[in-house]
């Protein structure tokens, strides 16, 4: 039996295709032998991919198996078909396993030091040992490590970065050799200069970068994901610290007034942009058409938002989208979310290795 996506078929960017179907769980777009199963109309779209995402982790730090599911599955039913773990205490590798949760690549643990982090996320190190653990961490996870680049210093009161730019660059470098990516929480300005000399292969947040910076990332090609659901919190974090940190509420509070902007700056830099909804800590799962909802606020068109949020975003993760012989994760919508991104909160159809989920 065949499932029949009825078209339009949103391949990729100017690639649109009018029909195509899912046999034996992959596509093809060649009409199969097979007897058709289901007619699934409307507009197909590569599965979506929230690529700052926290499965296996809430505000109090690692959950159970059965919350980490739960948190899986709410994302998957909103159209999440692949997230990148952006850190968790969790080991959620049992997901793997099951055919009806979306896939998950990791980036392995947060990497912070001691009292410069959310207590109970991270592994906490001291600095010298940042290579020797960004090593350890790319090899237990999924081609991906995750720092912590810059939090609330409260001798300073304010943020600052973690790591020396010497030992920084040293343990990018080392997880390059063990071949993983790495991605960094990073709020602060003074922070991006070291990560971006460093080598970083995404910036996660990136609300304190400035115009030189942009043109940096866009020259070179490094992804940023805004985080908007997260930034809209800035206020919030400035009010709860503003009576014992002066200098960290009176940074919080720009970058939360300019957040919309920020992220239009971003993306006409040129800076390739990516949908991350930083799910599982304060943030509930299943919140990405949230926030892509947020990057076209912004000013950014919808087009080039669901590009992000699906084909663009699969590319650069090394996962195939809507393409011969690949598995069959697919998100159908009755309306064009490339016109209305609030077609994206209606998923009409999910379809996830194959099966109408």
Not at 51 to 66: E, K
Not at 68 to 91: E, F, H
Request: with cysteine.
């Amino acid at each position: 039996m065949a499932l029949h996506l009825t078209g339009p078929v949103v391949v990729g960017d100017d690639d649109v295709r009018d029909e195509a179907w899912v046999v034996e769980g992959r596509i093809t777009f060649e009409r199969p032998s097979q007897a058709v199963k289901h007619e699934l109309d409307g507009v197909a779209v590569p599965g979506l991919v929230d690529v700052h995402c926290h499965v296996g982790l809430d505000s109090g730090g690692a959950v159970d198996a059965d919350l980490a599911l739960k948190q899986a599955l709410v994302d998957r039913d909103a159209g999440t078909l692949l997230i990148r773990d952006a850190g968790s205490p969790s080991d959620t590798r049992f997901l793997d396993e099951l055919a009806t949760a979306p896939r998950v690549i990791r980036a392995g643990r947060f990497i912070a030091r001691p009292m410069r982090y959310l207590r109970h996320y991270a592994r906490e190190i001291e600095v010298a040992d940042l290579p020797r653990v960004m090593a350890e961490e790319a090899r237990a996870g999924d081609g991906w490590v995750k720092i912590i680049a810059d939090w609330i210093d409260r001798e300073a009161g304010d943020l600052t970065p973690l790591w020396p730019a010497d030992v920084l660059a040293e343990g990018i470098a080392a997880a390059h050799e063990a071949g993983a990516r790495v991605t960094a929480h990073t709020f602060a300005t003074e922070t991006i200069d070291a990560l971006l000399d460093g080598g970083i292969d995404c910036i996660e947040h990136g609300t304190g970068m400035t115009a030189d910076h942009m043109a940096e990332a866009a020259a070179r090609g490094i992804p940023v994901v805004p985080t908007l659901l997260q930034v809209a919190n800035f206020e919030g974090y400035a009010a709860q610290g503003e009576a014992r940190f002066p200098a960290y509420a009176a940074r919080m509070r720009p970058m939360h007034e300019r957040r919309l902007a920020h992220a239009l700056a971003l993306h006409e830099a040129g800076v390739p942009l990516l949908v991350g909804t930083d799910a599982g800590g304060t943030i509930g799962h299943g919140a990405l058409p949230a926030e892509a909802a947020l990057l076209v606020a912004a000013g950014i068109p919808a087009s080039e938002v669901v590009a992000m949020a699906s084909w663009r975003a699969r590319r650069f993760l090394g996962v195939p989208g809507i393409e011969e012989g690949a598995p069959a994760d697919v998100v159908v919508y009755a309306q064009d979310p490339r016109e209305d991104i609030a077609a994206l909160g209606a998923p009409r159809h999910v379809v996830l290795r194959g099966a109408v989920v």
